[in-house]
């Protein structure tokens, strides 16, 4: 005889799981967020706490100085044996130096030992993903010079801070240059079955794809010029007739440099149709790049969690989606262009000569497309904004393009390189808002700098937002002036070219595409607008970029209307 009881009491319990599983998942980011932000508090005011500890057992913070106090040390107590002096050190009256040392003692050796090399600066460590991460290295420098070293969970990391130092590190990285472990990326594509790509692999594998992938890069650019002039003055056309009412208007220029820093950096790569490719899709450009930006705030997310719980982070799913999303795109896009390789894109490139599969390819060009549309956007933006609080800037640009055009309105490659000044702008821009605010590589050879060897396998950083504060190079240097690039002072021009888009042969593979592209935006935009700002107090905050604190507004008039 059927129990109906027992089968209520079942389907209760059932009823009662299932609808606490949907609140569980339900609350789950929350909760997750709220505990992860609770632990960061309590391991910050613990490890504060050890580090203040294993600071006083060890007060020499930066490298130099701990050496140099240990020479001074040893060549005292030298002088004191010679002498037949006693030593004034506390310890060695305590505890003689051929008498074991006591218990106490031991136990102290060995709590200061274990704390330094697992807990080290650990608080330190998490704040340079923090939004003030570029002030806490300024404030570094100052404290402790040219070189600053801290170890957390006993690995470490030292950053460089002068421009002299960037020759060794090129010089230490060898042959296959290394950088810092892009975790989120690479455990994504194994559990997918991806290849790596060139952001994230190493050796011969890295080596072999940045070849076949530079010179692509570096032959189209020159054949895209006409092409992205007229994409230039098609945004800004929207622009006018979206934003402005009788030639004036007052709008974010946001939507307006991300909407040119895809659509450019999409043409380049994917050809003359990447845009209408998108509507057939049933996509939006701004879906993308939308997708993209928000991978660069959980990116920083993922960074700093410990690989081990990586997967259990909300940013962990949000990641995935996304990136399944930009390769599926991706992927659409080589479908459609397998049968037409006519165009002068790197896509077709790569499909004509085939050294590259197409797992490789789509993997590369979504690599290099998201990469470059926050980098790109994002300096337009902080351009605009300084070009907004100067604007007789704005007039020296107009200036030298009607001299070295001499009356024509298209522009040719070996225009954009004849105006200094408009590079000058570009260049003074990344050295106040450098977007990626510290590059780094694990040396392979033995450096060494200021007199302080630096072991092999180490993580090295240069910081190029202290670099271009150095007050010998740059005087007044949170002062924004263009002019200072236009001198022939060889190490002004060396940051320039080793620094903003990173150095060595792993430096930015889309440095000369992404100058060529900025340079004709800004021009075009000042040919357009005249144009101002009532926000002259722009603060800088670190999305995993250098990113500005709240959106950039502008004030804009046609700039015929003044003629």
Known sequence: ????????????????????????????????????????????????????????????????????????????????????????????????????????????????????????????????????????LMKKYKAFGPVYTFSAFGKKMVFLFEADDVEKLKAAEGRYPQHVDFKHLRRHREDQGYPKGLLISNDNEWLCQRKILSNPMMLKIGHQIKHLEELTLKTLANAVEDYTINGFGTFEVEPITRDFAINAFGSVLYGNSFESTFTQNGKTMQEFAEKAKNNFDDAKKLLITPECIMKMHPAWKRHNNRWNFLLKTTMDMIERHSN????????????????????????????????????????LQWCLYELACHPDVQDNIISEAERILEGRSSLEKTDLDKLEFLSAVLWETLRLHPVGFFTSRIIKDCMEVKGIMIPPQTNVAISMYVMARNLVLFPNPDKFVPERWMTDNAKIKKLNRDVFFGFGPRMCLGKKMAEMEMKLFILKFCQQFEFSTDDTEMEQVVKLLLSPSRPVKINTVLRQLTD
Not at 364 to 376: E, G, H, P
């Open 340 to 379: 037409d390789t006519s165009d002068c894109s790197i896509l077709s490139h790569l499909l004509q000569n085939r050294k590259l599969n197409d797992k490789e390819i789509y993997i590369n060009l979504t690599d290099l497309l998201v990469a470059s549309i926050d980098t790109t956007n994002t300096t």
């Open 1 to 136: 005889m059927i129990n109906f009881d027992i089968i209520r009491g079942s389907i209760a319990i059932i009823l009662f799981v299932l609808v606490l599983k949907s609140g569980l998942n339900f609350f789950h980011q929350k909760i997750f967020e709220l505990m992860s932000n609770t632990f960061l508090k309590v391991v910050n005011n613990l490890f504060s706490f050890l580090i203040i500890k294993t600071y006083e057992s060890n007060p020499y913070r930066n490298i130099r100085e701990y050496r140099t106090a240990i020479s001074s040390l040893v060549q005292l107590e030298t002088h004191q044996k010679r002498n037949g002096m006693k030593s004034s050190s506390k310890s060695n009256t305590r505890f003689q130096a051929n008498s074991p040392p006591c218990k106490r003692q031991r136990k102290e050796s060995l709590t200061t030992k274990l704390l330094r090399n697992t807990t080290g600066d650990v608080c330190e460590f998490i704040s340079i993903f923090g939004s003030n991460a570029h002030e806490m």
